[in-house]
């Protein structure tokens, strides 16, 4: 009966945490929302009125369906019951409306489906290593991952002020998560599956899925040493797996095949006419490049060692746009994108093969595939960060270095986000909300590991403590004077340039941990 009286009580904290955010993304349903409000209505619009051979073709807007099948038959369901708030909105011709019954249900909608990312935070709080017994619920690691997930700031600014739906994706990768931490493999498997035909960005961490369900699902066994025993291969599971990707990706892009289109829905998924940043540069390794590129650029006019004649216009005077012209450094094309990538995606999937962890083995891998994919990938869009923060949530309630770890790429990483929110309501919020999260996330995390070491060290303080006065400046300064004019783009590239070191740092710092991590005996037996 205690034990019952225990859960009832988990439930209820739980069921708190959930409806109190679920109330907050109410209170933001009049705020700004951004073109991908409009992107979505449009997807509406042709998912309803367009027979599916005409779906990956229309073109009517700019903002052309360029997510994978599921996400398209997805926006078709959520259409008929669009159709009862107002039938205009499905009109493939009204661009950019706006009624109020349009943003209230494509605002609800993002709300509704975020259900299935709060079951999936309670499943991985169950994941959660319960050995740090706390009398008092706030310090348990459970209510604080439950926090970190329920409440994550990037996650509320992009899917319900920006809009857009990353919730119930996020939710399918947790639960799927969840499921392989409950060696519940076939389960994991089809949710990723799935969640690949809903958005493709996932296949930036499928490495660390594929080599996992591998390790620790095909392969039945290890030597007492912890090396594997080649003989444990079972024929059978290799099977089952391959049977689940074949039939998720039969229903999902079966019927593009019978309509011989499935090379133009490849061609949408992957545009890489776009160029190497996005318009908002994300802080990764390219925007360190680009700035890099800047200053030589700069440097070399002033000593007259560049022709300013030949120097390409859009590099030096529009600042962040997405053709970006390299003068000094070499330019970058996709392959080299990709190849930088898989190089640095490789270390950490040798790690998860030869030196198996478990689950916490895998959440590495995950992160750092997250991590390296977003340092060097295509075009990637700041938002991407999110791809890291939530999975390594997991790990900073059970490790002091990985919270650390954790609350350097969290600051960094969501105050990279704030370019999205550029108008002046949304000023007090996006800062109230971050500061919160940053508070709750530092206090709680401190106090978990209070009898280990300082989660941080003075200097990585310090370059947190700047972020202050970089907003200060970009805010409040930059905009009196008359700089404003002329170089409109700065706050976007100090933002940038500085979150990007902090990113960096801590993909950096998670490799090291992981490459230079040794074995316990136990960690082998398992």
């Not at 799935?194 to 490495?207: D, G, N, Q, T």
């Amino acid at each position: 009966s205690a034990g019952r009286a225990m859960a009832a009580g988990g439930r209820s904290w739980f069921r708190a945490l959930a409806l109190g955010v679920s109330f907050l993304k109410c209170l933001l349903i009049p705020a700004y929302y951004s073109t991908d409000f409009e992107v979505h209505r449009n997807w509406l619009a042709i998912t309803h009125n367009l027979p599916l051979s005409q779906w990956y073709y229309e073109a009517t807007s700019e903002w052309t369906l360029d997510y994978p099948p599921f996400f398209a038959w997805f926006e078709y369901a959520l259409s008929h019951v669009a159709k009862y708030f107002d039938p205009k909105m499905l009109v493939i011709e009204n661009l950019n409306y706006t009624s109020r019954a349009t943003i209230f249900f494509q605002r609800f909608s993002v709300i509704f489906t975020d259900i299935l990312f709060i079951y999936a935070v309670r499943e991985c709080c169950r994941c959660v290593n319960g050995k740090r017994a706390a009398k008092d619920i706030l310090e348990k690691p459970t209510f604080i991952l439950a926090v970190l997930l329920l409440w994550n700031f990037g996650l509320l600014i992009v899917d319900h002020i920006h809009f857009q739906y990353n919730g119930f994706l996020f939710g399918l990768m947790l639960l799927s998560v969840a499921r392989l931490c409950q060696k519940r493999y076939l389960e994991g498997a089809l949710l990723f599956a799935v969640l690949l035909h809903f958005k493709h960005i996932y296949m930036y961490v499928a490495p660390s899925y594929g080599i996992y369900l591998l390790r620790s699902y095909c392969f039945t066994a290890n030597n007492a040493d912890g090396s594997l025993k080649w003989r444990s291969f079972s024929f059978l599971h290799v099977t089952l797996l391959g049977l689940i990707v074949c039939l998720v990706s039969a229903l999902s892009l079966g019927p593009f095949i019978v309509l011989g289109q499935l090379p133009q829905v490849i061609s949408r998924l992957f545009p890489f006419k776009r160029g190497l940043c996005h318009a908002y540069w994300a802080p990764n390794f390219w925007a360190l490049y680009n700035a890099m590129d800047k200053a030589l650029t700069i440097f070399g006019l002033k000593c007259n060692f560049l022709d300013p004649t030949k120097i390409p216009k859009a590099s030096m005077t529009g600042g962040l746009v997405q053709e970006f012209q390299h003068t000094v450094l070499p330019s970058v094309t996709p392959l080299a994108t990709l190849i930088c990538t898989f190089i640095s995606i490789l270390p950490s999937v040798f790690c998860l093969w030869f030196k198996p962890q478990g689950p916490r083995g895998f959440l590495q891998c995950l992160v750092l595939c997250a991590l390296s994919s977003f340092m060097f990938g295509w075009h990637v869009h700041e938002k991407a960060i999110l791809l890291a923060i939530l999975p390594l949530s997991l790990l900073s309630v059970q490790r002091a270095k990985d919270a650390g770890i954790y609350l350097i790429l969290t600051t960094t990483g969501h105050f990279s986000l704030f370019p999205l929110l550029f108008t002046p309501p949304e000023l007090p919020i996006k800062i109230l909300l971050m500061l919160l999260f940053t508070v709750y996330s530092f206090s709680s995390l401190k106090s978990l590991f209070r009898r280990e070491r300082p989660l941080l060290n003075w200097l990585e303080t310090i370059y947190l403590a700047q972020l202050v006065p970089l907003e200060i400046f970009c805010e409040i300064i930059f905009p009196l004077t008359p700089w404003k004019g002329h170089f409109p783009f700065v706050p976007l590239l100090l933002t940038s340039v500085y979150c990007a070191l902090g990113v960096a740092y801590a993909w950096l710092k998670l490799y090291v941990s992981v490459l230079t991590e040794r074995i316990s005996v136990r960690q082998k037996a398992e």
